[in-house]
């Protein structure tokens, strides 16, 4: 069993900048950010392969603005994802979320699909508050 411990959501104006860290007590092979606005279904952000194999994914809407970063401790992983220019749409709770394996390679929009599809993963942490006022 993997526990997640997710940090640094909070409240930002329009075209500031967050930082939020996952930590993951065992091992994982790939951890990603989702997202969930009030009223809609929980979306895929950021993933990011962390058993040291290449994977690295982000959605349109966090291209360009998001970056998502580990830092590999002996079985056990942290994830970061830096946000900035944020805008009101960004506001939501976000996941973190973690899986024991990785897909095989493919095209970019393939692994931008299965990479963001919360259905791959298996374990989440308990969410933490993102908002961003106009």
């Known amino acids: 069993q993997v526990q997640l411990v997710e940090s640094g959501g909070g409240s930002v104006q329009a075209g500031g900048s967050l930082r939020l860290s996952c930590t993951a007590s065992g091992y994982t092979a790939g951890m990603a950010w989702f997202r969930q606005a009030p009223g809609k279904e929980r979306e895929g952000v950021a993933a990011?392969?962390?058993?040291?194999?290449?994977?690295?994914?982000?959605a349109d809407s966090a291209k360009g603005r998001f970056t998502i970063s580990q830092d590999n401790a002996k079985n056990s992983a942290t994830v970061y994802l830096q946000m900035n220019s944020l805008t009101p749409e960004d506001t939501g709770v976000y996941y973190c979320?973690?899986?024991?394996?990785?897909?095989?390679?493919?095209?970019?929009?393939?692994?931008?699909?299965?990479?963001?599809?919360?259905?791959?993963?298996?374990?989440w942490g308990q969410g933490t508050q993102v908002t961003v006022s106009s």
């Open positions: 979320a973690a899986a024991m394996t990785n897909p095989l390679p493919g095209s970019d929009r393939y692994m931008q699909l299965i990479w963001l599809d919360r259905r791959r993963y298996s374990y």
């Open positions: 990011i392969a962390t058993d040291g194999s290449t994977g690295l994914v982000y």
